[in-house]
């Protein structure tokens, strides 16, 4: 049984900032270190100060925690973040352009009780511990959710859609519109507008993107919990999408192998990349392959016979088995042949994209997939809604 709440969120004051463009980011982990600067460039108040904050080189590391805890609560008290009037739901649309075709994906952003995993709340991911450490060591300091873990459930839920076609007609109360064309709308709802606890409550959600940051609340849950009992630690602020009505696209991490042999066949030659991307499909298990041959960027496309999708779990239980240590992972195709050009990588595994329905039949057999699977796109923007823990105790 999935609980979710309204809660107190802290918006930017436009007034004070200017556009939402220049302050608002993608999640923390796909932010590289030229992204970063840039970021930082664009306004005193971008929120990668609070996200990825910045340490003298050689300085104690918990430094860029802190200093991202003392800009929060300056923004807070100078007024450039203002708290909504009480607690509320926050209704959520990104629209874009994908494969020549206008689209967009709706959900609400809540507070959910954070539960262990294997109850009404799913992971498909395996996560490592470096991310964590990181993300725990900001929530402790900062004591706020930065960005919306999204998830999805499977619906579909008609009376939930329809409600969202009625709040989305007015103008959002926050837009920003991302480097890749990406349009954000937010718009804060008053609880009694939006049934999302009884809609909801049947509903198992699955983490789609944020398992780190999942993992991260629940450690930090424990603590609070050891020592100071029930509160606002036990929830976690995401953005819940309906997976069967709102279709959210689910595109490919491509893996860069590093070191040793790609342990293929060669599969079938075509001319370049571009022609790679067209022939990968996940239904077959196809995938394609880079490699150099005699200096040369080679383009093999390469079916894995007597496989089940999705294709990125049958490629690490087949020629990928074992290298983990020696992968790299990047969203970007184009990045993962230039890596294999450039002699950075002895091979790129282009993937092909997947789906939320295909994801959850692996959880439901008890699976996860391996890291970085998956690339849940677009992803909601950091800074759109903050949830400070400290303004939702009710």
């Not at 990104?94 to 959900?107: A, E, P």
Request: aromatic share 6%; with cysteine; hydrophobic share 40%.
């Amino acid at each position: 049984m999935s609980r979710v709440f309204p809660f107190v969120g802290l918006l930017f004051d436009r007034e004070r900032v200017g556009s939402l463009d220049l302050v608002t980011t993608p999640p923390y982990d796909v932010i590289s270190p030229a992204d970063r600067r840039r970021f930082q460039a664009l306004s005193p108040y971008n929120v990668i100060r609070l996200e990825l904050g910045e340490r003298a080189p050689g300085g104690d590391p918990d430094d860029q925690y802190r200093g991202a805890a003392d800009t929060l609560r300056r923004w807070r008290e100078t007024g450039v973040l203002r708290p909504t009037d009480g607690p509320a739901y926050f209704a959520y649309e990104m629209r874009f352009r994908l494969h020549g075709r206008d689209r967009r994906v709706r959900g609400v952003v809540a507070a959910v009780e954070l539960e262990d995993w294997g109850g009404s709340i799913l992971p498909h991911e395996r996560t490592m511990p470096g991310p964590i450490e990181d993300r725990l060591r900001l929530l402790r300091a900062t004591g706020a959710n930065l960005s919306c873990i999204q998830a999805v459930f499977t619906g579909p839920i008609s009376d939930l859609a329809r409600m969202l076609d009625a709040l989305t007609v007015a103008a959002p109360d926050a837009c920003a519109v991302d480097e890749a064309g990406v349009e954000h709308r937010l718009w804060v709802v008053p609880p009694e507008r939006l049934e999302l606890g009884r809609l909801l409550e049947p509903e198992r959600l699955m983490i789609a993107d944020g398992h780190h940051r999942y993992t991260t609340a629940l450690r930090y849950r424990d603590e609070m919990r050891e020592r100071h009992g029930p509160g606002p630690w036990d929830r976690v602020m995401m953005l819940l999408v309906d997976a069967t009505l709102e279709d959210p696209p689910v595109l490919p991490y491509h893996r860069l192998l590093l070191e040793g042999d790609p342990d293929v066949g060669t599969g079938t030659r075509v001319p370049d990349l571009h022609e790679l991307i067209d022939g990968v499909d996940d239904e077959r298990s196809i995938f394609g392959l880079v490699t150099l041959d005699r200096g040369i960027l080679a383009h093999h496309l390469v079916r894995l016979e007597g496989t089940e999708p999705p294709t990125v779990l049958a490629i690490h239980r087949g020629p990928l088995a074992g290298k983990d240590p020696h992968l790299r992972f990047t969203p970007d195709a184009a990045a993962a042949e230039d890596a294999v050009r450039r002699g950075r990588a002895r091979a790129a595994f282009i993937l092909p994209p997947t789906s939320a329905r295909r994801i959850r039949e692996v959880v439901e057999r008890g699976e996860r997939l391996p890291q970085k699977s998956t690339f849940f796109w677009p992803k909601p923007r950091s800074g759109m809604v903050i949830r400070a823990l400290d303004a939702d105790r009710g």
